[in-house]
């Protein structure tokens, strides 16, 4: 079942450029060099209930805008975006009783306040009955821990705290959808723990479709299912990361230690692209030879000490990812 | 009447915690509650003063003119308590807190106008009180039970009034991202033309402030009809019934304006 589906959404914002010093201010004032930012420009994708997906790019790429438009808070320059068939604008009020979202630079509680009454809150916002309530909020403890500062002031709160009850006040309603903006930004170790074992949690018990956008390669390996690259508004790469890891990074290395320096080592089948004194690396194509076979030719071949396989690094290829769309200015959209 | 009683839940709760927010930093109200009789005393001593050396503005005598204030002042008391957020308009947009509102099946103006509930304005209300039942004992207000059910209705319009105001002119916030330019002027207009009776003012200014922005209806008209004195405008029903229609009438405009800004409105970055 397609829970969201986008159709050429776009999002053009007019921003006006200024000039340096008074002058500029002046003249800008009198001709206002109007420029049009595409900040997402014709996306499209389709999401399906109780996917994990994760929307990465680098800052300014265009996640936290789609988010928005498809949670309807802005509304798309042109395009379509629809949430269970209902579109965020028309139907603003029926489609947001279905979404839970968080964002990680946001609060949605009140600052000054228990968290628990900012809880009590959203009780009354979501009509929720007590009996649902008291049952939410159990759950919520089991899985964050809430229970362990419900009754401390919101800026009292650790970060990772702070999150575990925003993600919580999201969840309240157990909405079938839930969005998340950088959830783990500025987390430690622990926190995010704690936070991907939430998501992973209720998107098996419950089969939450999870909407996040991140920086951190780690919440996309370990939490999503499919991910969608967003770069200067478009969609750069979309599916699972295996498919997009085996095509944007098709190599792995092989760093081999050598008896003595002098050696040069040579494989028709992998390329030398390294060599510092006793260490070699070499690298070759998972299609063309196996690590096995490479690994006893050269055994046979050379005085090899020791050896280990480096499977290439995710957040390499996301940055050539990144870069690559840089260069040719439009997107390898597929 | 359920969905009347569920609006009513999620104000009250709102309401109640944006108080409890502010009884956090007790020591701001406190210095704002020294400050504010401070600020009314100079208005009603200037209109003493003045009437001291000119006998009358307008030929509205002292009690009569602190009968006008009184009015006035009530209402704006009333206002600030339950919607001075309009001034800050500005703050909500530029740090995207309609974003939230949005995301919640509520109407949104409906959620700012329960968003605060200003604590330091209950001292506004306590001075225009008193002021006001000053002005009756100097007028000698004839306290029946038809004329304090008209006064409350009265007040409540005029208050719905310069909320309403303040709604539609501060509603330029979702387009220039600033409104504390309007919200000062908007501020003066409305002391300068609710202190004095609107006879001495000339006339294609009356019909201004009678027609396009209704501040006559906040205390002038209503005055007028109490103390028995001409407005020289033939008004089609009491003031007690014209008040609070164009209370209600403004507001719906108000709302209007507002919907049509928020349709403008871009959110912030991040």
Same mark, same amino acid.
């Given at each position: 079942?397609?829970?969201?589906?986008?159709?050429?959404?776009?999002?053009?914002?007019?921003?006006?450029?200024?000039?340096?010093?008074?002058?500029?201010?002046?003249?800008?004032?009198?001709?206002?060099?109007?420029?049009?930012?595409?900040?997402?420009?014709?996306?499209?994708?389709?999401?399906?209930?109780?996917?994990?997906?994760?929307?990465?790019?680098?800052?300014?790429?265009?996640?936290?805008?789609?988010?928005?438009?498809?949670?309807?808070?802005?509304?798309?320059?042109?395009?379509?975006?629809?949430?269970?068939?209902?579109?965020?604008?028309?139907?603003?009020?029926?489609?947001?009783?279905?979404?839970?979202?968080?964002?990680?630079?946001?609060?949605?509680?009140?600052?000054?306040?228990?968290?628990?009454?900012?809880?009590?809150?959203?009780?009354?916002?979501?009509?929720?009955?007590?009996?649902?309530?008291?049952?939410?909020?159990?759950?919520?403890?089991?899985?964050?821990?809430?229970?362990?500062?419900?009754?401390?002031?919101?800026?009292?709160?650790?970060?990772?705290?702070?999150?575990?009850?925003?993600?919580?006040?999201?969840?309240?309603?157990?909405?079938?959808?839930?969005?998340?903006?950088?959830?783990?930004?500025?987390?430690?170790?622990?926190?995010?723990?704690?936070?991907?074992?939430?998501?992973?949690?209720?998107?098996?018990?419950?089969?939450?479709?999870?909407?996040?956008?991140?920086?951190?390669?780690?919440?996309?390996?370990?939490?999503?299912?499919?991910?969608?690259?967003?770069?200067?508004?478009?969609?750069?790469?979309?599916?699972?990361?295996?498919?997009?890891?085996?095509?944007?990074?098709?190599?792995?290395?092989?760093?081999?230690?050598?008896?003595?320096?002098?050696?040069?080592?040579?494989?028709?089948?992998?390329?030398?692209?390294?060599?510092?004194?006793?260490?070699?690396?070499?690298?070759?194509?998972?299609?063309?030879?196996?690590?096995?076979?490479?690994?006893?030719?050269?055994?046979?071949?050379?005085?090899?000490?020791?050896?280990?396989?480096?499977?290439?690094?995710?957040?390499?290829?996301?940055?050539?990812?990144?870069?690559?769309?840089?260069?040719?200015?439009?997107?390898?959209?597929? | 009447?359920?969905?009347?009683?569920?609006?009513?839940?999620?104000?009250?709760? &709102?309401?109640?915690?944006?108080?409890?927010?502010?009884?956090?930093?007790?020591?701001?109200?406190? &210095?704002?509650?020294?400050? #504010?009789?401070?600020?009314?005393?100079?208005?009603?001593?200037?209109?003493?003063?003045?009437?001291?050396?000119?006998?009358?503005?307008?030929?509205?005598?002292?009690?009569?003119?602190?009968?006008?204030?009184?009015?006035?002042?009530?209402?704006?008391?009333?206002?600030?308590?339950?919607?001075?957020?309009?001034?800050?308009?500005?703050?909500?947009?530029?740090?995207?807190?309609?974003?939230?509102?949005?995301?919640?099946?509520?109407?949104?103006?409906?959620?700012?106008?329960?968003?605060?509930?200003? #604590?330091?304005?209950?001292?506004?209300?306590?001075?225009?009180?008193?002021?006001?039942?000053?002005?009756?004992?100097?007028?000698?207000? &004839?306290?029946?039970?038809?004329?304090?059910?008209?006064?409350?209705?009265?007040?409540?319009?005029?208050?719905?009034?310069?909320?309403?105001?303040?709604?539609?002119?501060?509603?330029?916030?979702?387009?220039?991202?600033?409104?504390?330019?309007?919200?000062?002027?908007?501020?003066?207009?409305?002391?300068?033309?609710?202190?004095?009776?609107?006879?001495?003012?000339?006339?294609?200014?009356?019909?201004?402030?009678?027609?396009?922005?209704?501040?006559?209806?906040?205390?002038?008209?209503?005055?007028?009809?109490?103390?028995?004195?001409? &407005?020289?405008?033939?008004?089609?029903?009491?003031?007690?019934?014209?008040?609070?229609?164009?209370?209600?009438?403004?507001?719906?405009?108000?709302?209007?304006?507002?919907?049509?800004?928020?349709?403008?409105?871009?959110?912030?970055?991040?």
């Amino acid at each position: 079942m397609i829970v969201i589906s986008a159709d050429q959404l776009s999002k053009k914002f007019t921003v006006i450029r200024r000039e340096k010093g008074l002058k500029g201010a002046l003249s800008s004032l009198i001709h206002p060099e109007k420029i049009t930012v595409n900040a997402v420009d014709n996306v499209s994708f389709k999401i399906e209930k109780g996917e994990i997906v994760g929307f990465i790019g680098p800052n300014g790429a265009g996640k936290s805008t789609t988010v928005k438009m498809m949670t309807g808070i802005l509304h798309p320059t042109s395009g379509s975006v629809e949430i269970n068939g209902l579109s965020p604008f028309k139907d603003r009020k029926k489609v947001v009783r279905e979404l839970g979202v968080v964002f990680g630079q946001r609060t949605q509680l009140y600052w000054d306040l228990r968290l628990g009454e900012s809880f009590e809150l959203l009780k009354r916002i979501y009509q929720i009955s007590d009996s649902m309530y008291k049952a939410n909020m159990k759950q919520m403890d089991e899985v964050l821990g809430i229970n362990e500062f419900i009754h401390i002031p919101v800026r009292q709160l650790s970060l990772g705290q702070r999150m575990r009850g925003e993600l919580a006040a999201a969840m309240l309603h157990s909405p079938p959808v839930l969005f998340l903006d950088e959830p783990t930004i500025g987390l430690d170790v622990e926190g995010k723990h704690s936070i991907r074992k939430f998501i992973r949690e209720i998107n098996q018990r419950y089969g939450t479709t999870v909407i996040l956008t991140t920086h951190d390669l780690d919440d996309v390996e370990q939490l999503c299912s499919r991910l969608i690259v967003i770069n200067h508004g478009r969609i750069v790469e979309d599916g699972p990361l295996q498919d997009i890891a085996e095509r944007m990074a098709p190599y792995r290395f092989l760093v081999l230690e050598i008896a003595s320096p002098g050696i040069g080592i040579r494989h028709s089948l992998a390329d030398t692209v390294r060599q510092n004194g006793n260490q070699v690396w070499l690298r070759f194509r998972k299609s063309e030879i196996s690590a096995s076979r490479l690994i006893s030719d050269l055994c046979y071949s050379y005085p090899v000490l020791d050896l280990k396989i480096k499977e290439p690094d995710i957040e390499d290829m996301i940055r050539e990812l990144y870069k690559l769309n840089d260069k040719t200015g439009s997107g390898v959209c597929n | 009447m359920d969905k009347l009683r569920y609006y009513l839940s999620v104000a009250s709760y &709102s309401m109640k915690l944006s108080m409890k927010k502010q009884l956090e930093y007790p020591m701001e109200i406190i &210095s704002c509650f020294a400050m #504010i009789p401070m600020m009314y005393a100079t208005g009603i001593l200037l209109l003493y003063f003045l009437t001291q050396n000119l006998k009358s503005i307008g030929g509205w005598t002292f009690p009569q003119l602190a009968f006008l204030y009184g009015i006035g002042d009530l209402s704006h008391g009333i206002m600030v308590v339950f919607s001075v957020q309009n001034w800050f308009l500005d703050r909500y947009v530029n740090r995207g807190e309609f974003d939230r509102m949005l995301l919640r099946p509520l109407n949104v103006f409906f959620q700012f106008s329960v968003s605060y509930v200003n #604590i330091i304005g209950i001292m506004d209300v306590l001075v225009g009180l008193s002021v006001f039942i000053y002005s009756c004992v100097l007028v000698k207000f &004839s306290w029946t039970f038809s004329n304090i059910v008209r006064l409350v209705v009265i007040i409540l319009g005029a208050a719905l009034i310069r909320s309403s105001i303040f709604t539609i002119f501060c509603s330029v916030a979702f387009w220039t991202k600033r409104c504390s330019a309007v919200t000062a002027l908007m501020n003066d207009m409305l002391e300068r033309t609710t202190l004095y009776p609107m006879t001495i003012y000339p006339r294609l200014l009356q019909l201004m402030l009678t027609l396009i922005i209704p501040v006559a209806f906040i205390s002038f008209f209503s005055s007028c009809c109490f103390l028995g004195i001409d &407005s020289s405008f033939r008004l089609p029903a009491d003031a007690a019934v014209m008040t609070p229609a164009i209370g209600i009438i403004t507001f719906i405009l108000a709302q209007a304006v507002f919907n049509w800004g928020l349709r403008n409105y871009e959110s912030s970055g991040s």
